[in-house]
């Protein structure tokens, strides 16, 4: 009797992996999906992690990848930029930053937390896609990019989430820049 609850729960938490999506490459271009990134960015850079850059780059063959520049501790000045392919994780370099004497690093570098998080970008391709849709009727349009953009002059109120589309069959990119609480920047083509 033992055996066969064991034997059921290793199914069930194999049906459970599988139907949640499993690793970031597929992950849906919307909020849930983005959260299970962060989920899986906080699992492998840890909560406190500063970042300079962070991307979801989507291509059909491959599914998302992910390009982040990280720092675990950004009062060493040094950072390490890694890449997520086909859900494998690769450090591609070392990198040190310099910064204005009487400042701190981590005036430059931002958190995933309340303020700016994957689920929020999640959101905003959502929206992006229902406002191209509407407006350029272009049905089923596809990630081409979404990504983080902070200033390298640590200020905060020019971050924003900026998010490019493509028609499904390729083409025109359609770029939208929001603001951190979601409001349109800019939509451009």
Not at 43 to 57: E, H, P, Q, V
Not at 79 to 92: A, G, K, R, V, Y
Request: a negative charge; one cysteine or more.
């Amino acid at each position: 009797m033992k055996k066969i609850k064991i034997t059921l729960y290793a199914c069930i938490t194999a049906l459970m992996m599988i139907s949640c999506g499993g690793g970031s490459s597929k992950q849906e271009a919307n909020a849930e999906g983005f959260s299970v990134i962060e989920n899986q960015l906080k699992d492998k850079f840890g909560n406190d992690a500063y970042y300079t850059k962070l991307s979801i780059i989507y291509n059909e063959t491959l599914g998302n990848s992910i390009t982040v520049t990280v720092a675990e501790n950004p009062e060493s000045l040094q950072m390490e930029e890694w890449l997520q392919s086909q859900d494998n994780w690769q450090q591609t370099s070392d990198v040190t930053i310099e910064i204005p004497e009487g400042t701190k690093a981590t005036d430059f570098m931002f958190q995933l937390n309340e303020k700016i998080n994957l689920k929020k970008l999640g959101e905003l391709v959502e929206k992006s896609k229902a406002q191209l849709t509407k407006e350029k009727n272009i049905e089923d349009p596809k990630l081409h990019i979404a990504f983080i953009s902070f200033p390298d002059n640590g200020d905060i109120s020019k971050a924003n989430y900026a998010v490019n589309l493509e028609p499904k069959n390729g083409g025109t990119t359609f770029r939208f820049s929001y603001t951190l609480d979601g409001e349109l920047i800019d939509f451009k083509y």
